[in-house]
């Protein structure tokens, strides 16, 4: 795909982001984040993980620990890669806040994409800022191919001005809106936490070497008696 030019005539970076608090993170998460960055041609997708997990999160799981596994995961596959700046902070991780951060490091016309499953993006309106979420980047809303949902109410103005059929077509640095078709894979990081703690194999559904890390780190196993 043919990348525009600014004055200066470097080419604008595709960067697409994809947050959670990946407790631990899963091949779920990693086929999602590979696939749209090929079909979206991206330079690169950043696995941000947050610093406030829920509280439903086993409690010796430490961020660190989070942010190592996500590193592992990711290790020897260039396209993908980790921005640990939520885990930096000392505030709360607000989407706006971690996007005005990056957009800090970039060049203006830079293509931000921020990945959202359908259910995220319905609870829009009540983050924190949510409006100026489109300042900084484009929303690229990963939605069910079977998913029959509407927005909801709040949401229909915003879609009717900002959205774009053809995700291919988004142009500019961000402000627009637009829906990836795309089935998940059946895995999640309650499945695995739960695996684990009843003392079964969560091998296959996330990398070997995340696997190795948890085991040697002793994480997600049932407290002792
Ligand atoms: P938990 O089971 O603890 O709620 P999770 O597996 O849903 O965790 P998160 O860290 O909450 O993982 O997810 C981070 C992001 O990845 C979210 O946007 C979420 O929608 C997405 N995601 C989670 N699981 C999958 C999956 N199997 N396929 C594609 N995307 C996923």
Redesign the pocket.
């Known amino acids: 795909m043919a990348k525009p030019d600014d004055a200066r005539g470097s080419a604008a970076r595709r960067i697409g982001l994809?947050?959670?608090?990946?407790?631990p993170?899963?091949?779920?998460?990693l086929?999602?984040a590979l696939e749209v960055t090929e079909f979206m041609g991206l330079d690169e997708l950043r696995l941000v993980p947050s610093a406030r997990p829920?509280h439903?999160q086993a409690p010796q799981v430490s961020a660190e620990q989070r942010l190592a596994m996500v590193e592992l995961a990711v290790a020897g596959e260039p396209r993908l890669k980790v921005d640990d700046r939520e885990l930096k902070r000392d505030k709360p991780s607000y989407t706006v806040d971690t996007l005005e951060s990056l957009r800090g490091e970039l060049a203006a016309h830079d293509q931000l994409f921020l990945?959202?499953?359908w259910?995220?993006f319905c609870g829009l309106p009540s983050w924190h800022r949510w409006q100026e979420l489109l300042d900084h980047c484009h929303l690229l809303v990963?939605q069910r191919p079977d998913a029959d949902s509407e927005a909801p109410e709040a949401l229909r103005d915003l879609l009717a001005a900002r959205s774009v059929s053809d995700p291919l077509s988004l142009q500019g640095p961000g402000g627009q809106i637009s829906f990836i078709w795309?089935t998940?894979?059946?895995?999640?990081?309650?499945?695995i936490?739960q695996l684990l703690a009843a003392g079964k194999s969560a091998r296959f559904l996330l990398p070997d070497a995340v696997l190795a890390y948890i085991q040697a780190q002793g994480l997600y196993s049932a407290p002792h008696a």
């Open positions: 994809l947050g959670g608090t990946f407790n993170v899963h091949i779920g998460h086929r999602a829920p439903r990945l959202l499953g259910d995220a990963l795309q998940p894979l059946a895995v999640s990081a309650t499945q936490r």
